[in-house]
Nanobody
Framework: QVQLVESGGGLVQPGGSLRLSCVAS??????????VRWYRQAPGKERELVAG????????TYVDSVKGRFTISRDNAKNTVYLQMNSLKPEDTAVYYC?????????WGQGTQVTVSS
């Protein structure tokens, strides 16, 4: 099955930046065929869709709270999707997960912790 591995999380001060990576492997079809989304789960809150990018990379969406601060992108040659996070706020603290979808199949990574604190 498709394997997704997130990395790039850590501790950062408010206003700082991080870049998360999601590397895909063991997929049957080309990576460019998969739509990919970033979700986050904060303590005491429901899982939230943060950003998404379509299989061809033309359609990109963000939740309102991160617009202008986060950027999702993909490098299909490296089988990788990125989430660049700038101007981080304490409320961005969460475990971030990537999710890849092709037709009726969906795959999840293990998550990476992002903590924004002084």
């Amino acid at each position: 099955q498709v394997q997704l591995v997130e990395s790039g999380g850590g501790l950062v001060q408010p206003g700082g930046s991080l870049r998360l990576s999601c590397v895909a492997s063991r997929f049957t079809f080309t990576f460019s065929s998969y739509a990919v989304r970033w979700y986050r789960q904060a303590p005491g809150k429901e899982r939230e869709l943060v950003a998404g990018i379509s299989n061809v990379g033309r359609i990109i969406t963000y939740v309102d709270s991160v617009k202008g601060r986060f950027t999702i992108s993909r490098d299909n040659a490296k089988n990788t999707v990125y989430l660049q996070m700038n101007s981080l706020k304490p409320e961005d603290t969460a475990v971030y997960y990537c999710n890849a979808v092709l037709y009726a199949s969906a795959y999840w990574g293990q998550g990476t912790q992002v903590t924004v604190s002084s």
